[in-house]
C-alpha cells in the first residue's frame, strides 16, 4: 500500500519520553505506597483473562513521568506529544547508578503472549505483550528485547534490558497499556501498576502486592457474532489464515495468492507498524484513509483491531467492494492459479508502491505447497 504514501504526508504521533532523571532529583520523593490485596482476574468473551500485578524490575522504581498533561508533555505538543500528552507511565530503578555498565532486567506485570518485538524512532526497542480481555501492554526504549513474538510469558518473566533507545537520553522504561495497538494508550495505565493515579517522583516498591484497578471489558464479539468469524484454527498465523480463507470457500490458489501478499507486506503480523514512518499497519499495511476505515470498523465490531480476527474479516468486507480487473469478488474466490490470484489481490487490492511481484509469488507458492 506504498503508493498511497507517496501522496501524502503523515502525521507522526511520537511515543516519546524525556530526560526526567533532572526532576526525579529535584522532586521530593514523599509518596511512598503499599497497597494489599488479590490479583483480579477479568474474563474476556474467549474466557482469556488478564493475570497483572507484577513489577517492571526487580528492585524499587521511581516514577519519572506519569500520564497525561505533564508540564514537560505541556511543552512539547505538537511535537513529541499530541491533545492528550504523555501517553504511558515512565519509570527507573530509585538505585540510580550508570546503567550502561549493566543489564538490568524488565519484567512483564502480567501473563500474556508477546505480540510485537520491534523498534520505532521514538519508543526504541519495543515489548507489545497481549495480556488478554482486549489489553496490550507496551514497554518501551529497552537496550533490547530478551523475548521473541509467539512466546508466552508469565508475570515477572524477563522480556528485556534497560535501556534509552529512541526518542530519549534516560535509562527508562515507557510501560503504558493499549486497547487499539498501534494507537497509544487513551486512559491512564496507572491502575496496572497498583494505583489509580501515580505522580510524578512516586515510589513502587517490590514488596508491595499490587492489586490492579482494571474494569472488566465488555460487549465482546465471540463465537461469529454479527457474522464474523472469531474461530480461527491453526498453530501460527499462517496456519489460521489459511484456514479462515478456506473456510470462507476460497479456492487454494485464492488463498496462497492473498498469503503471498499479506508475508511480503507483514510477515502474518496482524501487530506490525510500518518500519521508520508508522503509515502502514496490520497484515496488508493498511495505511490512511484505509487504515482509519480498519481501526472504525474494528471498533464498531467490538474487536481489537491488531487481531487476525479483525484483519481477516475485513479484508473480506473489502474484497466484497473489489474489481480484480475483469474479476468479480465471487471470480476471485475460485481462481484455480496461484501465480495469477497473487498478481491480481497485489494489483487492486494491496496496490503496492514496491511491487515485488517475484517475492509475492514465491511466498505464495510456499504456502500453497505447504498446506494444499
Known sequence: MEDEKKNKAGKKVALGCLPFFILFLLLPVVLIFTIGGAMTSNKGCNGSSINAGGHIFA?????????????????????????????GIDVQPTNFRDFSSEKVGVHTISDGTVEVVGYTGIGGNYVLIDMGNGKHAYYGHLREATVKQGDIVKKGDQIGILGNTGATTVYHVHFEVQENPPSLATKDSSPYLGKEVLNNGDIIRVSDKLETHVESSSNRNCNGVNGIDTELVGSDNAEKVWNFFKKQGFSAEATAGIMGNFQRESGMNPAITEIGNGIGFGLAQWSFERRTKLENWAKENNLDVASLTAQLNFTIEEMKNIQFGSKSFEDFKNIRDVSEATELFERYFERAGVVALAERLRFAEAFYRQYK
Open 59 to 87: 528492585e524499587d522504581y521511581v516514577v519519572l513521568q506519569g500520564f497525561g498533561l505533564t508540564a514537560w508533555a505541556k511543552q512539547n505538543i505538537g511535537t513529541l506529544y499530541g491533545n492528550i500528552g504523555h501517553t
